[in-house]
């Protein structure tokens, strides 16, 4: 095992230019307009283990409740108000406001009959109450002017706390969810780390395979290297890395050309940039290498880079939603919320072709179902072998990475091999591109550690739209 110094990866700054799972209840596809339920809670008087009264925030497919570390489940009362001649069902049970008791262990999903006969669905929603996150949140939200934060954290492998702040929308006044989903800029290295590492333990590619070159996985397929340029030495464990040898002069490559197309973006490098060290010498931070995984990912599978990793990481861990961002507001995905930059332009950027270095769309509580199957620890099982692990950052205790684009602020940690937590932030400050990621890290960190009261419940499994 590696030590546990901390490893912070250095963050991408583009400043050249600037099904889930079996048992998972999913309601069929209605119109949800209208949920019938304008009051929910878990009265007191009905549940004497509650200090207090329980309200919850119902919104058109969910009902959000806030509840107490250390509270058991199995046993609750909820009071609602429905309208009238409807009826209220879980499962195949008819609900009676402050009578009926259920089990809340387990995911819950309310059905509401109309008049009508026609049903409405809405999933119930628990989150761990953690006043002094929320506290630092907001904080965080009026002190760096940021509209909309989203943040999950994993201890043991549960998911324990899932709660997302401010607007992803500002002139709509949506505000962010769970489910909303961010551009997540260089987080989306560690994606393609796990997608290297998948390739090599099935045996379809070695770290220490060439890359360019008559001996190499992509061969001359970007044109010829010149002479004892020493490009044909380039290893995949160089690219991971970032160790190829080139640096970003007299620009980085992905930003200085937004119209090149993957392969005259690579041949012009290949053919014209020199290296600056000999490959595996000299760490220096490199968009343009992840690129490059992206395109020995597609050579040796045979599939596009995010049709291989959807399929062959995501899919299998009922990660659904993770995508390649759009470039455009009018490619924004379902769920995914706006973004924010006073000083620069985030729709301005060829974010699609930034694939394996910076494309990835996912969210916070997405990056955690991902990170407790590559933790190297027991209670879920990991897609790749802890030995490959400990040959990549993944192996050490403490790791983090961060991401910037304009408009987009993120962070993933792993913390003493105990906790992750991933935070996300719809905007960035492009004087200072490290400040909000800075201030993300130094809070959530310190506050996580701080917390000694985790609930026991796992909220992968609690919250239907959480389940694993």
Known sequence: MKS???????????????????????APQTNLRQSYLSAFKFL????????????????????????????????????????????????????????TENDFSNPVLYKIIAPNGSAN???????????????????????YQIPGISLAIVKNEKLVFAKSYGYANLETKQPVDNQSLFRIASISKPVTVVAILKLVQDGKLKLTDKVFGANGILGNDYGTAPANSNVSAITVQDLLEHKSGWINQPNDPIVANPTYSYKELIAEVVQTRPLTYTPGSTYYYSNFGYCVLGRIIEKVSGKTYSAFVQSEILQPLNIIDMRIAGNSPQQNALNEVTYYQPDDNPYAYNISRMDANGGWLASATDLMRLMVHIDRNNQKSDIISKDLLNQTYMGYFNWSHTGSLPGTSTLLTRLDDEYSFAILANTRNNTQPFQITEAFESTVKNQTLLKTDWPEIDLFTNNPANAQ
């Open 4 to 26: 546990g110094k901390w490893v912070l990866l250095a963050l991408v700054l583009f400043l050249a230019s600037c099904q889930k799972e079996d048992n998972e209840i999913v």
């Open 44 to 99: 007191k008087a009905f549940n004497p283990q509650l200090s207090q009264d329980l309200v919850g925030q119902i919104s058109s497919e969910k009902i959000s409740v806030s509840v107490p570390t250390g509270l058991a489940f199995n046993k609750l009362i909820a009071s609602f108000t429905n309208a009238p001649d409807t009826k209220v069902y879980i499962n195949n049970t008819e609900q009676v406001s402050g009578e």
């Open 121 to 143: 669905y809405v999933n119930l929603e628990l989150s761990p109450v953690f006043p002094e996150m929320d506290q630092a949140m907001e904080k965080l939200l009026q002190q």
